[in-house]
């Protein structure tokens, strides 16, 4: 029942948010429920096994019988981290949000809530229509997050972000259910079970665009490259970075993003070997296109959240590198980077949030010298930096790594343009860095009738859990690779051959049972039948 | 022709007899109070109270797959899940009615007299075998229609809005008769079951049938406002009272389509090439047609109306669907729960639109909504459940209407309509977003009319309700509709 409590218990918070009379106690409630599901959600790894590529904790009921759709969680090391890290982000959104949302508290709240549980959803779901459900509920809340609590064009960049992420999506819906019609072919039984898709031998021919697996496969890997957001697609995210409130950019990039990675590697990539196989040089050249180009329109901002906003471009640029690269070290490290880059632009979104709250300005020319004001904010800002740009022992350095090694393995040409990304991505954020905290103090830092304070202590405790990630994922990356490796190993070895197994440890439990009951017997295949070579 | 009516026939009909007596119960009560008026909630409980004894007995009574009277009426699946749908409708409607400006006050009597036997016509449409019964009903259910839109206290746009209905309807009535004649012509008989057997042999050898079968299916292209034959619907569907237009959008659309679906059912489009391509091209251009207009419409209801037009193609998809399947109760399930989300969703919308109204000559454009999350905060969370419903968002409904009928589609390999229905419900996330943001992210204030304690805000707020919570039971929902229909 864990899977299901952690997906569902912020939807009871949104419920009881919603209801609640008390409009002073409800910043308090709200963390008070943020941080139980965090807790909650620690307690996965009590029954985790690292050792194992198979599904686990997994639970299954029929829903739509008659098209063979069902209530399927289940979890392996590539949606464990994900779902730690919004469960991990989610009181830190909360907490930061203190002061910067002061309108419709409620309504944030419930928001906030509702879209963890479509976030925890989209991991943890097992089947196609039960994911896209998730999938497209996260769209409801975000819109309204960046719609009602945003910037001056919010209506533009949210309504943008509904229409972008919502016409990618229409596609992989009908390639969903075509494929269950092709499980029906094959089986003689309905299903949207992701483990029967896997056992889909879908035919595919090189060369043609016409080829059914390289059809499908872009029908997904559209609605994943645009939430990504991968290079031509991406215009929609700048925007709603800018315009969203603080919590909000936290949400997107934290993890809305990774929900996009997260499909590729879930759904594209095991799905449709051979056609990702055929293309990956498309979507390396995508990803590498996005390192440089980023990097590039970040350097010229004006405005701090879009030169973020930009590197974010960058940085899920590696991402997909890393995975298209498919050998372990691509494939780790792009997983690996989805929780690095959640943590750090999440913070410098945080960040970004708190200076804005004092000076009601992001343009970088206003600032300068803020150093000698705001000390302790300098050194914060400074540490997450230093993690943007993949310094040695910072998180950030880890996954970077990981995704060059794995990409001058794969495709060298790739690997070294790639690389300038790094450099790029240096020099952007330090010459920011440098124009906003040193040099000549600005027109905002020294303005006289409005002293800049610097963090207090309802901030430091939002920031201080942040740092600790930094250097923790950056100094011990084992501590959390080694909980991911089994599952994303068996990816890279078997692509061709992907298959998902239950997990059944010891005796068939109560779960098991269920699982055992309802999943079509064909499932019960052993791992080691696959073996990791 | 013998005929010989029996208990099973009166009971099978006992509907529409429960249906016409309780539409004479309240002008009843008006002449033997020397023409004064009840008071409307009297009326309006008596015509809920005979809908749900209707709903009652079509539940109890139809359903079997027997015929009545000599094969002139069918009481199978579809009469049973369509008719419910239709009277649950048409009761909503009746509700929003008793409270909106123009249609309240004085000749409510008559005006619920009016749409009840509209409805004893749409029982007689979804229900009809016999191409003639279904021109009854039509005819039946239509002219009381014109009847009522004129009968608004609206000054000048109902008035237009009947004749234009009324003149219109009329051709489409007349076009479907002329396809009658043809096929009368061809088999010497009008029952759809008895020609059902061979119909696609037919269509294929006698050039005659082929013509009339296209005249019958055109005369209802209009009924339901098939692109290029919606240019009535707009206009009309924003120049009556706005209960009205609820009523046409849904009730009327449902039976339509269910006389619609027992002559595609005849499998006449498995025969002939032509006219299968032919539907399947007005799918299309109605889903875009639609869709695209309206994104250009800033009165609301002139909004809906096209999209509940672009709805019609949606559904349009699933008829045929349903006409080429072997499976066609696979095809018509999807119909009927489509048609059901879609009268959820589409009467909230419409008696949200009817709340804001605060008098007769009122029109509400989409920029009046600015303000209304603030003022009437749970007013606009409906609203905005039913439009993410319209456009398909889950987890509402509208998500699941719109799988199970493109599942059907996709699975009889009509995979390109599936694919246009997916872009077109991208169109149309523009338009419906629109009042989303007007009423949440747009200061302002609302001109909601005051009412105290509203009829009209119970039903919106359970059919949001049941527009959430439909669809986590769905499965179980659509398994009893297509067994319902084997």
Not at chain 1, 60 to 70: L, N, P, Q, T
Not at chain 2, 234 to 239: A, R, T
Not at chain 2, 270 to 289: C, K, N, P, R, Y
């Amino acid at each position: 029942m864990i899977l299901s409590t952690i997906v569902f218990l912020p939807l009871l918070f949104a419920l009881i948010v919603a209801v609640w009379p008390n409009a002073k106690t409800l910043r308090p409630l709200a963390m008070g429920f943020a941080v139980i599901e965090f807790i909650v959600s620690l307690a996965l790894f009590q029954q985790f096994d690292p050792n194992t590529a198979n599904l686990q904790m997994v639970e299954r009921y029929m829903w739509i019988e008659r098209f063979g759709i069902s209530y399927f969680f289940g979890i392996d090391g590539i949606s464990l981290w994900l779902v730690l890290l919004t469960t991990f982000l989610t009181p830190i959104i909360v907490l930061a949000s203190w002061t910067s949302v002061t309108e419709r508290i409620k309504g944030f709240h419930v928001c906030l809530f509702i879209l963890q549980t479509a976030m925890l959803g989209t991991f943890l779901a097992m089947d196609a229509i039960f994911f896209y459900i998730f999938w497209e509920l996260a769209l409801i809340p975000m819109y309204f997050m960046i719609g009602i609590w945003g910037g001056s064009r919010r209506i533009y960049a949210t309504v943008k972000l509904f229409i972008y992420t919502f016409a990618g999506s229409v596609m992989m819906l009908v390639a969903m259910i075509y494929m269950m019609y092709l499980t029906q072919e094959t089986t003689g039984q309905m299903s949207a079970s992701l483990l029967d898709f896997y056992k889909l031998k879908i035919p595919f021919v090189g060369g043609t665009f016409f080829s059914l697996q390289t059809l499908l496969f872009f029908a997904f890997a559209l609605a994943f490259a645009i939430k990504v957001p991968a290079f031509p697609v991406h215009t929609w995210l700048p925007d709603a970075h800018v315009e969203a409130p603080t919590p909000g950019s936290v949400i997107l990039a934290g993890v809305m993003l990774k929900m996009g990675t997260y499909g590729f590697m879930r759904w594209v990539i095991p799905l449709f070997p051979e056609a990702s196989e055929y293309w990956s040089w498309l979507f390396m050249l995508i990803g590498t296109v996005g390192i440089i180009y980023g990097a590039l329109v970040a350097m010229v901002q004006p405005d701090v959240k879009k030169l973020v906003a930009y590197s974010s471009v960058s940085h899920m640029g590696y991402i997909l590198l890393g995975l298209f690269a498919f050998n372990s070290y691509g494939m780790n490290g792009g997983l690996y980077q989805m929780l690095n880059h959640g943590i750090s632009t999440g913070a410098l979104f945080i960040l970004i949030g708190m200076i804005y709250e004092r000076t009601h300005s992001r343009e970088i020319t206003k600032y300068g010298g803020l150093a000698g004001v705001l000390p302790l904010f300098t050194i914060f800002f400074f540490i997450i930096t230093l993690s943007s740009i993949a310094v040695p022992m910072t998180n950030g350095f880890v996954g970077e790594f990981f995704i060059l090694m794995g990409t001058f393995q794969a495709q060298p040409v790739f690997a070294y343009f790639a690389v300038t990304g790094v450099v790029l991505g240096a020099v952007y954020m330090l010459w920011m860095f440098k124009r906003v905290f040193f040099g000549e103090q600005g027109e905002l830092v020294k303005d006289e009738h409005h002293p800049l304070h610097d963090l207090n202590a309802r901030e430091i405790a939002v920031l201080v859990p942040l740092v600790i990630m930094v250097f923790w994922m950056g100094l011990f990356p084992n501590n959390f690779l080694n909980y991911s490796k089994a599952s994303v190993d068996h990816l890279v070895h078997n692509k061709n051959s992907y298959n998902l197994t239950i997990n059944q440890p010891g005796a068939p439990a109560t779960t098991a049972a269920t699982a055992t009951t309802t999943a079509p017997a064909t499932e019960q295949t052993t791992a080691a039948a696959q073996g990791d070579k | 022709m013998n005929m010989n009516i029996g208990l099973s026939d009166i009971l099978l009909v006992s509907p529409m007899i429960a249906l016409f007596l309780a539409s004479l119960v309240p002008i009843t009560a008006k002449v033997l109070r020397g023409n004064r008026e009840q008071n409307p909630i009297i009326t309006l409980c008596q015509a809920l109270g005979g809908i749900v004894v209707a709903v009652g007995l079509l539940v109890v009574f139809g359903g079997a797959g027997k015929t009545a009277f000599n094969n002139g009426l069918i009481f199978d699946g579809v009469t049973q899940w369509m008719g419910v749908i239709a009277l649950l409708s048409a009761g909503a409607a009746m509700i929003m009615m008793y409270e909106n400006p123009a249609t309240t006050g004085r000749q409510f009597s008559e005006l619920i007299f009016l749409a009840m036997s509209s409805a004893v016509g749409m029982l007689i449409l979804v229900s009809a075998v016999d191409l003639l019964m279904v021109f009854i009903g039509l005819e039946m259910m239509s002219l009381a229609l014109y009847l009522m839109i004129a009968m608004s206290h609206e000054e000048k746009l109902s008035k237009e809005a009947a004749l234009k209905y009324f003149i219109l309807g009329s051709f489409a009535s007349a076009l479907f008769l002329y396809g009658v004649a043809f096929i009368f012509g061809t088999t010497g008989n009008t029952n759809i079951l008895s020609f059902m057997e061979n119909a696609a042999d037919l269509i294929q050898t006698s050039r005659l049938f082929l013509f009339g079968m296209v005249f019958v299916v055109l005369g209802f292209c209009f009924k339901v406002s098939i692109a290029p034959f919606h240019a009535w619907t707009p206009d009309v569907y924003q120049g009556a009272p706005t209960p009205h237009t609820a009523f046409m959008a849904t009730a009327v659309k449902t039976v339509s389509f269910a006389a619609f679906l027992r002559v595609i059912a005849t499998r006449s489009l498995v025969g002939s090439e032509h006219l299968f391509d032919m539907l399947q091209w007005l799918a299309v251009i109605t889903m875009i047609v639609g869709n695209t207009a309206a994104i250009l419409q800033n009165n609301l209801k002139r909004m809906l109306a096209y999209s509940s037009i672009a709805h019609s193609g949606y559904i349009l998809v699933g008829v045929i669907t349903a006409g080429v399947s072997d499976d066609a109760a696979f095809g018509a399930s999807g119909v009927i729960f489509y048609l059901l989300s879609y009268g959820l969703m589409t009467l909230g919308a419409f008696a949200i639109a009817s709340m804001l109204e605060k008098s007769e000559n009122h029109i509400v454009d989409v920029d009046d909504l600015a303000g209304l999350a603030k003022q009437r905060p749970m007013i606009a969370l409906c609203l905005t459940v039913f439009l993410l419903s319209l456009t398909g968002i889950p987890p509402t409904l509208g998500f699941f209407g719109k799988f199970y009928l493109f599942n059907a589609a996709i699975g009889e390999g009509l995979m390109w309509l599936a694919i246009w229905g997916m872009i077109s419900s991208v169109i149309s996330v523009y338009y419906y977003l629109r009042p989303i943001v007007v009423m949440y992210m747009k200061e302002g204030q609302a001109d909601v009319a005051e009412h105290s304690l509203n009829a009209t805000t119970v039903t919106v707020v359970v059919m949001a309700i049941a527009i959430l919570f439909l669809g986590f039971v769905s499965g179980p929902l659509f398994t009893a509709v297509e067994k319902s229909l084997l």
